[in-house]
């Protein structure tokens, strides 16, 4: 339920429009991990009771679980669920923490910058090279057009909680507190 009276992202029009972009990438990842782990229980069962497991299960379970990791990302920025020592900052006033979260949170834009390049780069590098699983031969580059969107978002994001973090040091409150 939304809080009417309290300044947050949700109320925030960039805020819920980025809210639902990465509940959408949840739900997904989501999907992928539930349907990495329906393939390897019917793998276990194939290999267990008719000696047939799923040829390349492996594979598929490790392309579904990096689309799901990275899918878990943007949200877990928006919700402040990296981890996090507050210890010598526990009773430090909301400007403080919003000061430190923007530099945090910098840091972080800056890391998610970074590997989107390189994911990039290597996404492109195993497109034109045209790398392959080993047993089902599935190109390694269509791990990369699900992972790309969510490092986009990701980069978004934490531009969007720098600002949000800047905010929150300005008006001694923190907008990304409360539940969703």
Same mark, same amino acid.
């Given at each position: 339920?939304?809080?009417?009276? @309290?300044?947050?992202?949700?109320?925030? +029009?960039?805020?819920?429009?980025?809210?639902?972009?990465a509940?959408?990438?949840?739900?997904?990842g989501g999907?992928?991990?539930?349907? %990495?782990?329906? /393939?390897t229980?019917?793998?276990?069962?194939?290999?267990?009771?008719?000696?047939a !497991?799923?040829p390349?299960?492996?594979e598929?379970?490790?392309m579904?679980?990096?689309?799901?990791v990275f899918?878990?990302? !943007?949200?877990c920025?928006l $919700? $402040?669920?990296?981890? /996090?020592?507050?210890f010598?900052?526990?009773?430090?006033? +909301?400007?403080? $923490?919003?000061? /430190?979260?923007? #530099?945090?949170?910098i #840091?972080?834009?800056?890391i998610a910058?970074?590997?989107?390049w390189r994911?990039?780069v290597?996404?492109?590098d195993?497109?034109?090279? @045209?790398?392959?699983?080993?047993?089902?031969?599935? !190109?390694?580059?269509?791990?990369?057009?699900f992972i790309? +969107? =969510?490092?986009?978002?990701?980069?978004?994001?934490?531009?969007?909680?720098?600002?949000?973090?800047?905010? %929150?040091? =300005?008006?001694?409150h923190? !907008?990304?507190?409360?539940e969703?």
């Open positions: 339920m939304i809080d009417e009276t @309290n300044t947050s992202t949700r109320l925030d +029009p960039i805020g819920r429009v980025l809210f639902r972009l509940r959408g990438l949840v739900i997904t999907a992928c991990l539930t349907a %990495a782990g329906l /393939l229980v019917a793998s276990v069962i194939g290999r267990y009771f008719f000696n !497991p799923i390349g299960d492996f598929l379970v490790e579904a679980c990096a689309v799901a899918s878990f990302l !943007p949200y920025q $919700k $402040k669920g990296n981890v /996090l020592v507050d010598f900052t526990y009773n430090s006033s +909301p400007r403080t $923490k919003g000061i /430190l979260d923007s #530099i945090s949170a #840091i972080y834009s800056m910058i970074l590997l989107t994911l990039w290597g996404g492109l195993f497109f034109h090279t @045209n790398e392959q699983t080993v047993i089902l031969q599935i !190109p390694r580059a269509y791990v990369f057009i790309m +969107p =969510s490092m986009a978002l990701l980069v978004v994001v934490t531009l969007y909680t720098i600002w949000q973090h800047f905010y %929150a040091a =300005s008006e001694d923190d !907008p990304l507190e409360g969703i």
